[in-house]
């Protein structure tokens, strides 16, 4: 029976980089070079890990040199629903 819910036995696309279309083109060029199912997900696992610490470094990074308004993102998490309205 379906819910519409995947099942247990199918793939989470929990992450967000799943949906980026470089994230299939990299499995089809690990393919190519004759890696394992088994040998592909250990890579994006690392891929993503990657991916992960250099998307948090570069934020950290436009902090630092004054690129990103801290402030403004401060205000936008701790904003609460019908905050907005001025």
């Known amino acids: ?27 089809g060029w690990l393919r190519e070079q004759n890696h394992s199912d088994e040998e592909i997900e250990l890579i994006m696992l690392k891929v993503a890990e990657y991916d992960k610490q250099t998307t948090r470094e570069s934020i950290f990074d436009s902090i630092d040199a004054g690129h990103f308004d801290l402030s403004k993102i401060i205000g936008e998490a701790l904003e609460k629903p019908g905050d907005d309205a001025e």
């Open 1 to 27: 029976m379906s819910d519409g819910q995947p099942s247990s036995d199918e793939p989470q696309n929990a992450d967000p980089q799943e949906d980026d279309p470089r994230h299939g083109e990299l499995i």
